[in-house]
């Protein structure tokens, strides 16, 4: 059993890796090519799924969210799945609404 410390590998690399195994005076070799891929980027937004009124601020904070292989610096983009709200240019990690900015349904 071999192990590697976590973060010794990068993205995108590639290894070969051999063994050899052997027994009383006979050997074979198995070389196996093992790619390093990125890890999912995790998004959480705080402060959804709630009810408020017409009359709330409401704010929503991804600020938590995070890249596992930690890349670099996260870029945000806000949209509203099941409602005309356009918020294409929303990105910034947190997306706030202010009292009267919001009509009353769900979104």
């Known amino acids: 059993l071999y192990e590697l410390d976590p973060y010794t590998l990068s993205a995108g690399d590639m290894l070969l890796v051999k063994v050899t195994v052997w027994e009383k005076g006979v050997n074979n070799s198995a070389i196996a090519t093992l790619i390093v891929d990125t890890s999912d980027l995790v998004p959480i937004i705080e402060g959804g ?3 408020v009124t017409t009359l709330s601020s409401l704010i929503l904070d991804g600020q938590r969210s995070y ?17 005309s709200l356009d918020l294409t240019s929303e990105t910034n990690s947190i997306l706030s609404f202010g009292p009267g900015e919001l009509d009353a349904g769900t979104y």
Do not use: Q
């Not at 890349?71 to 509203?80: A, F, P, Q, T």
């Open 67 to 83: 890249d596992p292989d930690d890349l670099g610096l996260l870029e945000y983009k806000w949209s509203c799945i099941n409602a």
């Open 49 to 51: 799924d709630r009810t």
